[in-house]
């Protein structure tokens, strides 16, 4: 199949809105997985304050882990599709979270404006027409030292996790999916987490987008080689466009 880019993904995420709550509910660990990797970000004293960008916000539920993890910190949430943004700003917030329509490409022609402590991007670098532009602006938007966590559903590469995946989507998210409606959604985001990067190829995707200190986390559960947290850092002191910083590529876990 032909993957959803651009405002077609985005009007496919408009209709899927009102229900995509419901469905990812039914995802064993899909919240507690979000804020563990909120908490892999690494941020001090409940985020006081810093400045943190949650990129690809959805409905909310990345929103809501980082305010879960980060109570104190100015959060701001974007998202490409004005559905989801609508779902996610009916919720109810704390003081300092503010939300902006904008793509991951466009950030600062909807005034999204650096420097952040750290960026947030859960599920949305493998629906990106152009992941490397997004890193790059992402690294421009982080101060010297920011932290990036990536939580991705990126394959350890083994065939066991593209059978468990295939196997997941097949039989329980695509038919529920299209008895809902948003079968070709659904279906567009089954192939493009078998089309992107496995995890250590994302990893060094980040590295030659000039990140530091790139560490590729796994998550318990059904999802273990399925879904990572991608962690890295722009690195200190480093110009804008300069020469990229080595990092090292170890796999372990963190809480």
Known sequence: ?????????????????????????????????????????????????LRVLDLGCGTGASTAALAAVLP?????AVDASAGMLRRAAAKRWPKGVEFVH???????EAGVRGPYDAVFAAYLLRNAADPD?????????????GRLAVHEYTLRGRPVDRGVW???????????ATALGDGPLYRHLYRSVVDFDTADRFAARLRAAGFARVRVLPLPGWQTGITHTVVA????????????????GRTEDAR
């Open 166 to 176: 295939a196997a997941v989507c097949q039989g329980i998210v695509l038919p529920a």
């Open 1 to 49: 199949m032909t993957l959803l880019r651009d405002q077609d993904l985005a009007a496919a995420f408009d209709h899927a809105a009102r229900r995509y709550d419901t469905l990812v509910a039914a995802n064993p660990g899909y919240h507690a997985h979000l804020r563990r990797s909120a908490r892999r970000l690494g941020l001090p004293h409940g985020g006081a304050g």
């Open 102 to 108: 904008a793509p991951a490409e466009r950030l600062t």
């Open 233 to 248: 850092a722009r690195p200190d002191g480093a110009a804008h466009g300069g020469t990229h910083t080595p990092a090292d």
């Open 133 to 145: 532009r997004v890193l790059a602006a992402v690294r421009d938007l982080l101060r010297p030292g």
């Open 72 to 76: 104190d910190a100015e959060i701001t």
